[in-house]
């Protein structure tokens, strides 16, 4: 016989079960609902790879976790690109949004002075390296990347750009002309001209590309999309003396590098190199806000001091995009997140290369600096693999858009040892299982 308490407790199982079904049917609901919208509204292209892949609907984000409408909770391993340096919704960062909101969101007028802008400008200034100087601030990277590309012909008055093979800029025109997978321009050409690629890390193919019609070079301290390709030693310095020598611009693209991702506020401070212009965005909005900037020397900013008009945004340097900026980059020194990203790194790129050395017939390669690691598989098959088991254990990771069988491990620097260690544990069944697979 069922006593009472019995008898309770088997009722708000029901009613739990009941609630549960509920909120599944919703969420089905829910989920269907939203696919079919972007079939009909956003792209039918991509509704029809969500529905042969599946994917995530993200609820909410909170530090370095993703909660999608079921409840289910992701580690994220992914970080939007290198956009959660600081994690989802730093609070520090939120807080200074939400204050700028209630007095000004967007300038009234151009002509009106701005002091989030301007104060962001000084900050950049300040934490840049070498003589970058001058900002201007705009709403994405491969904003960021036109701009820069625009000053450094104006300011040479040459028009020649060198940048390397398997190069990511963005995929906007001028962007898209100095990046270097063919499958992503060819639908678009013809593109910018004057634009010419050579192998990264190479420095004599370098050398025989600038010529005294270079107006500028392109690099990304560390080739992200690519791969997570590291150039050899004293690459950097090489092509920054050759700039030297032969009058042409240094563009440093550190849209995904920047803001401590590699153990350091920038890349390219590894090798002590500072650029003539430099390209940020993605965590410079602190996980919050999207905007980007390109910063010069005063030398190379001339030609938009002259004509400031030349070169504009409407949404560029909006009060609410850069209060999130000077947030984020407090934020960031406050917290030391250059330092935690090559310590934390150094611990995990030494767990990752353990796992290399018992699984060599599939994983080829670990590599990469400070948070910014990509582990590269035998096949881009078996990465995919990867990544589905791991998002089954709860974790976010993602491959490069230039290289399928690379695996980025990207984490919000905040992201704390037992959860770097869960990764690995989960990788490391992953790893086990594509091994059973392959036998």
Request: glycine share 8%; hydrophobic share 40%.
């Amino acid at each position: 016989m069922v006593d009472k308490k019995q008898a309770i407790a088997l009722i708000w199982e029901e009613e739990l079960k009941a609630a549960s079904d509920i909120i599944s049917k919703n969420t089905d609901e829910l989920i269907k609902e939203t696919l079919e919208k972007y079939a009909k509204y956003v792209n039918a292209g991509t509704a029809q790879l969500i529905g042969f892949l599946g994917s995530l609907m993200e609820d909410r984000t909170e530090g370095v976790y993703m909660y999608d409408v079921n409840g289910h909770k992701y580690l994220d391993f992914f970080s939007g690109h290198g956009v959660y340096n600081l994690g989802y919704a730093n609070p520090k960062v939120v807080k200074a949004v939400e204050e700028q909101l209630k007095r000004s969101p967007q300038p009234s007028t151009r002509f009106a002075m701005n002091k989030p802008m301007a104060d962001l400008c000084e900050r950049l200034a300040r934490i840049t390296p070498g003589k970058l100087t001058y900002s201007f601030i705009c709403n994405t990277g491969t904003e960021a990347v036109e701009g820069a590309l625009k000053l450094a012909r104006a300011a040479t008055g040459k028009s020649r750009i060198i940048s390397t093979i398997n190069a990511f800029h963005g995929k906007s025109m001028g962007s898209l002309s100095v990046s270097g997978r063919e499958m992503y321009k060819e639908p678009f050409e013809p593109l910018v001209p004057d634009i010419y690629h050579v192998p990264y890390g190479d420095i004599d193919a370098m050398k025989e590309a600038v010529n005294s019609e270079t107006a500028a070079v392109i690099l990304e301290p560390i080739q992200g999309e690519g791969g997570v390709i590291c150039p050899p030693d004293g690459y950097l310095s090489a092509v920054r003396e050759l700039c030297n020598e032969k009058g042409v611009l240094l563009i440093l693209d550190e849209i995904q590098t920047g803001m401590g991702r590699t153990g350091k506020m920038f890349a390219c401070e590894h090798e002590n190199v500072a650029p003539d212009i430099m390209t940020l965005a993605k965590a410079l909005g602190g996980g919050v806000m999207p905007i980007g900037a390109f910063i010069a020397t005063p030398e190379v900013f001339k030609p938009f001091e002259e004509a400031p008009f030349i070169h504009s945004s409407t949404f560029g340097g909006n009060q609410l995009a850069c209060a999130a900026a000077n947030a984020a980059i407090d934020a960031i020194i406050e917290e030391d997140l250059p330092r935690q990203a090559a310590e934390k790194g150094e611990y995990l790129m030494a767990k990752l290369r353990d796992l290399q050395s018992r699984y060599p017939e599939i994983l080829r390669d670990v590599r990469g600096k400070g948070l910014m690691i990509g582990i590269e598989f035998l096949d881009d098959g078996i990465a995919g693999s990867i990544i589905y088991e791991l998002e089954a254990q709860g974790i976010l990771v993602l491959h490069m858009l230039n290289n399928a069988k690379v695996i980025r491990l990207e984490p919000p620097l905040i992201i704390d040892y037992d959860q770097i260690d869960y990764m690995l544990n989960a990788l490391n069944t992953a790893l086990e299982k594509s091994m059973l697979l392959l036998e």
